[in-house]
Nanobody, 123 residues
Framework: QVQLVESGGGLVQAGGSVRLSCAAS????????MGWFRQAPGKEREFVAA????????YYADSVKGRFTISRDNAKNTVYLQMTRLKPEDAAVYYC????????????????WGQGTQVTVSS
């Protein structure tokens, strides 16, 4: 069992930066690949980024590649999403999730989810 709590969202200007954090409970955090997803009003939840259990592999949606960076600190049971050069279309509720197996690009591969944190981007 893993419990996930996101933080760090808020209001940011277009072109600005923000870092999201996701704190996990449980001693097995380091054994999970982790992902970030987002959902904007009226839209489907979409993949943003994922990272392997050791941090050695990272994956990004094309829309955020080069602007967002996912990382993790297994000693702190935390995964991060550094978001830079934010655009109005990045505004959404951002969710972190722990993978229970499968393709990391698909939300069905994640068995544990946080409650989400809102990111609002002003133009």
């Amino acid at each position: 069992q893993v419990q996930l709590v996101e933080s760090g969202g808020g209001l940011v200007q277009a072109g600005g930066s923000v870092r999201l954090s996701c704190a996990a409970s449980g001693r097995t955090f380091s054994s999970y690949a982790m992902g970030w997803f987002r959902q904007a009003p009226g839209k489907e939840r979409e993949f943003v980024a994922a990272i392997g259990w050791s941090g050695g592999f990272t994956y990004y949606a094309d829309s955020v590649k080069g602007r967002f960076t996912i990382s993790r600190d297994n000693a702190k049971n935390t995964v991060y999403l550094q978001m830079t050069r934010l655009k109005p279309e990045d505004a959404a509720v951002y969710y972190c999730a722990a993978s229970t197996g499968g393709n990391l690009y698909f939300d069905k591969s994640y068995g544990y989810w946080g409650q989400g944190t809102q990111v609002t981007v002003s133009s």
